[in-house]
């Protein structure tokens, strides 16, 4: 089959290296100039296997109101005169309650654990160095409130396969020395030894590159924007964009926050709303004051992850719109947190700061398969913040879908 892909983000890529390899021809098309240059390019570059417990969480609401009075929060929260927004905030608040999580997360981890096993196939023999280490993960807690909760959600899911041990402040100190400067904060965390880390934009780019260079039936088309989705005779047909319309046996639509719009002229309301979040990428300038394994700060909803020689420090979830701009204030906060858990690991001097727009459901599930009543037409969306962690498990499942085979798991939930 011809396959047009929209986005050459993580998620588009990975679906064309699935369709690659069962024989289909793809052209991979995006506005921008490079691979990996939207929400794939400085993202947190956490591998997150078993931490996919939704955002819409039970104990969410009323913690909403502190945050949103906090300028230094992870959350916050801009009006926009966008329909889209408020339906989106509305579904997500119905979202947080007990009964929806756990089904969620349990479909998650389904979907993680199948991008874990695909992602562990393809570093091993991985043409191209994407600062892959399986790292692991340490996920702080700041009381013992906190910590009996975590507990909690370990417990539940060992049950669906996930291998976490909880540990006391002494043993997170032990595990990650680096850790100490923040030792009085620390009641205890989860440790998790399979997650991994690795740099996002690095692994777009190689993968771009390998993919162009060791498959002729693969094309990259970047710098075209697509203005329109073309549907004729009952199906989709291709695509319209600046460089000239484009025909295809079938269209996947992996634009992220960007999805919306192209999908609104057939008729299809995507429940997809951008979480702004922001990073830093540090040269690590003291080795030993560096993090080795992947660490979060729950309290602060802050990611930090080594990735090669720099430090990865990402957080914050804006509802604000769908600009890019780097605000002053976010940047601040994030800053000041980084200094204050690994003050000695950089020499602050280069920040490398970005801002990106994850595309998040209300729900925390991604939308994967067969877009209804739209034949030709297929959906690898809405991955929000596991974007990199779940590409490989939401391609494979894509492949399927387009060759008419049974999906690697149920997608219950995860259809439009």
């Not at 460089?243 to 008729?267: I, S, Y």
């Not at 709303?273 to 602060?300: F, M, Q």
Request: glycine fraction near 12%; charge should be positive; charged fraction near 15%.
């Amino acid at each position: 089959m011809r396959v047009l892909i929209l986005g050459a983000g993580v998620t588009g890529l990975t679906t064309a290296q699935s369709l690659a390899a069962e024989g289909h021809s793809v052209t991979v098309v995006d506005a921008e100039t490079r691979a990996g240059r939207g929400a794939s390019f400085a993202n947190g570059g956490q591998l997150s296997y078993s931490y996919v417990a939704p955002f819409a969480g039970p104990g969410v609401v009323g913690k909403v109101p502190g945050w949103m009075l906090d300028p230094d929060g992870p959350l916050r929260f801009r009006p926009q005169a966008d329909p889209g927004q408020w339906a989106w905030l509305i579904s997500f608040l119905r979202a947080c309650n007990p009964t929806t999580a756990e089904q969620t997360t349990r479909r998650l981890l389904l979907l993680s654990m199948l991008s874990r096993d695909l992602m562990r196939e393809f570093s091993a023999s991985a043409a191209f160095d994407f600062a892959f280490a399986p790292a692991g993960k340490l996920v702080l807690q700041p009381d013992a409130a906190a910590l009996a909760g975590a507990r909690r959600q370990m417990e539940l899911q060992a049950g669906w396969g996930s291998a976490q041990s909880a540990l006391s402040r002494e043993e997170c100190l032990a595990l990650e020395p680096a850790l100490g400067g923040i030792a009085h904060r620390i009641a205890g965390g989860i440790h998790t030894p399979s997650e991994d880390a690795g740099d996002c934009r690095l692994f777009c780019e190689g993968l771009a590159q390998s993919l162009t260079r060791s498959n002729a039936a693969v094309t990259l088309q970047l710098g075209t924007r697509v203005t329109q989705i073309i549907r004729a005779e009952g199906r989709v047909r291709g695509v319209m964009t600046t460089a000239g319309v484009m025909e295809a046996d079938a269209v996947v639509l992996a634009l992220g926050t960007g999805a919306r719009a192209l999908a609104r002229p057939l008729g299809l309301a995507l429940p997809i709303y951008p979480l702004k979040g922001y990073s830093l990428s540090l040269p690590i300038t003291d080795d030993a004051a560096a993090p080795r394994i992947s660490v979060t700060d729950s309290a602060a909803k802050v990611v930090y992850a080594r990735i090669g020689a720099r430090l990865r420090v990402a957080g914050m979830a804006d509802v604000v719109g769908y600009s890019t701009a780097l605000e002053e204030q976010r940047l601040s906060t994030l800053i000041r947190q980084a200094r204050a858990a690994f003050p000695q690991a950089s020499d602050w001097r280069e920040l490398n700061p970005w801002a990106g727009l994850r595309p998040a459901t209300p729900t925390g599930l991604p939308i994967l398969g067969a877009a209804p009543g739209h034949p030709g037409l297929f959906l690898n969306l809405g991955q929000g913040s596991l974007g990199f962690t779940l590409a490989m498990g939401s391609a494979a499942i894509l492949a399927a879908e387009i060759a008419g085979r049974p999906p690697p798991i149920p997608l219950d939930g995860f259809r439009l």
